[in-house]
């Protein structure tokens, strides 16, 4: 299943909340995501669910599918929506509606109810709809519903369900631990051995030679689009330009003359000082330790003697030291000679004694001695001021309307065309194609933009180089025209019967099994022919997936079966199929497993209890108010959101 469709709607506990607030992801609730029931403005038609008194409209499942969707891109923008419907997204949004629905009424029934005011405090308290106080605003609250085609009734019933979930949902799936004894039987089951045998049955070597001719390769490119689609491809102009390459004027010895005269300061001769210094709490402190340094203790010795630190200063000027003590305290601070015990002064801080550490004298400056500093500061700063004032120009024109020819012919740009690329920056046309790996945040953002034409701006290094960009066209995600992949839908087309004559003779197996022969023996009744070795497969329960290592699916398989039974397993891409038979079954008394190695199992499987509890307590809502879904009219939905038919309302 698609990474992205996975994390939308992986737990139980999770897939209950994952729904409403999708439009919200990331700006709202800490709890992200909550299922819903709205009804989105301007969509009605035929109900595709009745939950109890509740009709879910076509309309409102469409929208809510395409926002799912929309979420998911967010995290693979390379996702179709052909891909996400086939992956099971219409029956995923479709179930969470439902469940939402039905846990709202249920929870009716059982006394539970929120308050509108306790809505209109949630409402408050997202940061998405402050305004610029830090305070809620109404206008930012309607604008963001606006946006996103939602009336407000719909997003408060939203808010409803999730506080209703919070009341009664997260108290029972957030559970802490569970009894040791609980435990038991689930210790059992990790420890359980299982051994069994497996063969394999390949497609290829049953695959057809013959060719089917187009219209056999054309219905099978309908009922398979996904599987060859090209996902949206965009055609990209950019032009980069740095900041070496905008004309800064030169520095004038005028503005050279007007620098050093509004920062003479900065060039009269000057004295500096650092100073090592305790500061004292009171007057009699501080008088002992200023009389024990006079006596030759060092000030370190004599702070640390009054359970004091002292410290040593950076160069100050006298108006820096006198920022950060007093007037007076300064003065005889640049009174005293090195080495000079002062004080104790008094001070906002405290009683300070100090030590003159060093004294440097600076002299005075002419304007021509400082004329090259002076001209270097001043041309790095008009440096950054011209390229602010270059990027904000190009943005007032791409803002203004301009085209990126424009844009680009007014300042003597070089405009780049990309051929259509893919979100990843590959050009399927163009194989050999490589777009400069710089140009990484302009290719994110031209494939987060909703249209075409629009001129925008992106920083490739900051303060340094920049690009100006559009995306002159976009291509719907399609597969290639039918020409191109005729030699692959054949090969595929191959692979997709033998893989039905691999299932043929992997039942044909089962059957032989389920009447009483071994695995083994039904495979050499049958002959070797396109049939592998019989190859014997197991283990325990608790090392599948150690070290995060996947599960192989025979073993998923066996460990899911009835001890004695025979499934098949088909392998996907249309490798073949296996036949899988569990032989043995070995399962410890929960009664011998030592103490210690359940209360260690009994931790980590409180969520998955809790996980569990919530699955039943949203199927007794279901059961409680009563389900009927249009099975028709969702297949129907499927059909119109991968472009094979419309729905009739």
Known sequence: MITAIRRLFSSTLGKFFALAFVVLVGVAFALSDVTGNSTFGGLGGANVARVGDTDIGVGELRERVRLAYDQARQEQPTLTMAAFVESGGVDQVLAQLVEGAAFEQFAGELGFGVSKRLIDGQIADLPVFAGVSGKFDQTRFENFLRQNGINEASFRRDIRQQLLAEQIVMPIGSMPRIAVAMAEPYAALLLEQRRGQATFIPARPLAPKKDPGDATLRKYLDQNRAKFTIPERRVLQYAVFERSEVPVPAVTDAEIAKFYKDNAARYEARETRRFAQVIAPDQKTADSIAAKVRGGTSLAAAAQSAGLSAATTDELTRSAYAATS????????????????????????????????????????????????????????????????????????????ASLEEVATDRNLKLVETPALLASG????????????????????????????????????????????????????????????????????????????????????????????TLAQTVRDIGPDNIGRVQPIGGRRADLGRDGQPVPPELSLLFSMAEGSVKTLEIPGNQGWMVIALTEVKRPDPKEIDRER??????????????????????????RVGVKINQSLVGQLRSELTGTNSVVE
């Open 326 to 401: 007093s007037a007076d305290a300064a003065k005889a601070a640049f009174s005293a000679k090195r080495g000079e015990v002062l004080g104790p002064l008094q001070t906002g801080l405290g009683w300070v004694v100090a030590r003159v550490e060093d004294v440097k004298s600076v002299p005075a400056r002419s304007q021509a001695d400082a004329a090259s500093e002076i001209r270097t500061e001043l041309a790095k700063t008009k440096a950054n001021e011209t390229i602010v004032d270059y990027y904000n120009a190009l943005q007032d024109a791409v803002n203004g309307g």
């Open 426 to 517: 590959q050009a399927p046309d163009k194989p050999g194609y490589a777009l400069p790996p710089e140009l990484a945040p302009v290719l994110t953002q031209a494939f987060q933009l909703s249209g075409e034409g629009e001129g925008q701006l992106a920083t490739i290094e900051e303060n340094e180089k920049f690009a100006v960009f559009a995306v002159k066209s976009i291509i719907a995600a399609a597969p290639p025209p039918f020409a191109e992949i005729r030699a692959d839908l054949l090969a595929d087309w191959q692979l997709a019967e033998g893989q039905k004559l691999a299932r043929d003779k992997a039942r044909t197996l089962v059957k032989a099994v389920e009447g009483g022969k």
């Open 598 to 623: 359940v209360k260690a199992i009994a931790g980590p499987l409180a969520p998955a209890v809790g996980n569990e509890l919530v699955a039943q307590l949203i199927a007794e809502a279901k059961r």
